[in-house]
């Protein structure tokens, strides 16, 4: 079993014990549920901001920990004032060492919009993102088969969120895109095997129709990777690793688009 087909059966019995100790009407009554969330692809497009979308990212199967001291809060806010666009957070518990109330915690003093970073494969955790402010959510084509993708995206669009779809190859692509989708995200990091390459997202680029915002994610380390990638009209950046595996994320993400 590669490590993606683990971490779906793993979730699979997670949201289902999930489910049995809070109802998705709870989870509608919680605070945040009815805040209105921000569009993540103006906050992105922006001309006035960097297209970084600096992730909180304690741990992960590839890399192992990470950073075990960072406190959510502290370096999302820091992100942000480091010219951030949007932000991301691991919700993932078993393998990413995440939490749901890092994602809270960060909405807390963030306005900016926020990405539930998970591996979502039931309306429940869409209900469950809503209900601690997320802005969107991330649908992976890998995890899901093209039909069932399109009524999570339709669901969260109903719910008020946006979509990015991450693809990894061009039949990920092809078939996974639909009209409930709002950013293409294209991981440079291929989630079977864990090699990374930026070609992947240069190859995709031209497939990716224009009504999608085009993100690259993972990999990235060098500000010269984002010029590069820009001139295949990516716009959004996901970085986790290089700013998390430093002792200051905050300050690393500031010098870093400080030399965009
Ligand atoms: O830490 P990196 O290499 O900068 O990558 C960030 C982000 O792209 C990566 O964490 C990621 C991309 N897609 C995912 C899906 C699930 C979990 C994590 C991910």
């Not at 919700?91 to 979502?120: C, S, V, Y």
């Not at 991450?166 to 291929?190: I, K, Y």
Request: glycine letters at 6%.
């Amino acid at each position: 079993m590669n490590i993606l087909d683990k971490i779906v059966a793993h979730k699979e019995g997670e949201v289902a014990l999930r489910k049995v100790k809070r109802s998705i009407d709870e989870l509608s009554s919680r605070p945040w549920f009815d805040r209105e969330p921000v569009s993540a692809k103006s906050w992105i497009t922006s001309p006035n901001r960097s297209g970084i979308i600096a992730e909180f990212k304690r741990q992960s199967p590839s890399k192992g920990l990470i950073n075990g001291e960072a406190k959510v809060s502290d370096v999302t806010e820091e992100y942000i004032a480091a010219g951030a666009s949007a932000l991301s957070v691991l919700t993932d518990e078993q393998f990413f060492g995440g939490k749901i109330d890092d994602l809270l915690a960060a909405r807390a003093i963030n306005a900016a919009p926020i990405l539930r970073k998970d591996f979502i494969i039931d309306e429940y955790q869409i209900y469950e993102a809503k209900s601690v402010g997320a802005d969107l959510i991330l649908l992976i084509a890998a995890c899901l088969p093209p039909a069932r993708l399109k009524q999570l995206a339709a669901k969260a669009k109903e719910l008020g969120m946006q979509v990015l779809m991450e693809v990894h190859s061009e039949e990920e692509l092809t078939d996974h895109l639909n009209e409930h989708l709002d950013l293409v995200g294209v991981n440079n990091r291929n989630l079977k095997t864990f090699e990374v390459s930026i070609e992947t997202s240069i190859r995709l680029s031209e497939l990716i129709p224009r009504d999608f915002v085009k993100i690259s994610e993972s990999g990235i380390s060098d500000p010269a990777t984002i010029k590069q990638l820009k001139q295949y009209g990516y716009e959004g950046f996901l970085i986790g690793e290089n700013f998390m595996k430093t002792t200051d994320p905050g300050a690393a993400c500031k010098a870093f688009i400080a030399q965009l």
